[in-house]
């Protein structure tokens, strides 16, 4: 609007000319306006999406989180059973396997850290 002011003033239009030169002034004004209020509804379509991908970012990172300690947590039961297996079929260590403190030890360790990641939602 004031460089439409500016151009009359220097211009000296006619009545029909400064009228007209007004209205395309004023139909650019409002051309702007609406393209101003798309780019903002744009960017807040934009905001809402990005704040969503970021959740689901941040879903993914716990659950690969959870994905990882499930999987150790199955290795090392396993490894556990591989190694009561081996301890029930060979007779020597099967006889002393009765007493070996260490290895209850881990299996009750093993049994508590299943439990307590369970309940910290872990692992299912």
């Known amino acids: 609007m004031k460089s439409l002011e ?30 101003e209020a798309t780019a903002r509804h744009h960017f807040d379509v934009v905001r809402t999406k990005e704040s969503r991908v970021e959740e689901l970012m941040h879903k993914l990172t716990s659950s690969k989180s959870q994905l990882k300690l499930a999987q150790t ?18 007779p020597l260590i099967h006889s ?22 369970g309940l910290k939602g872990g692992w299912s």
């Open 6 to 35: 500016a151009v009359i003033a220097e211009e000296h239009l006619a009545g029909g000319q400064a009228v007209s030169l007004a209205q395309t002034a004023h139909r650019m004004y409002d051309l702007a306006v609406r393209i």
């Open 73 to 90: 947590a199955e290795n090392h039961r396993n490894r556990l059973r591989l190694l009561e297996a081996g301890a029930e079929q060979d």
């Open 96 to 117: 002393r396997s009765r007493y070996d403190r260490e290895l209850h030890e881990a299996a009750r360790l093993a049994h508590e850290a299943e439990a307590l990641a």
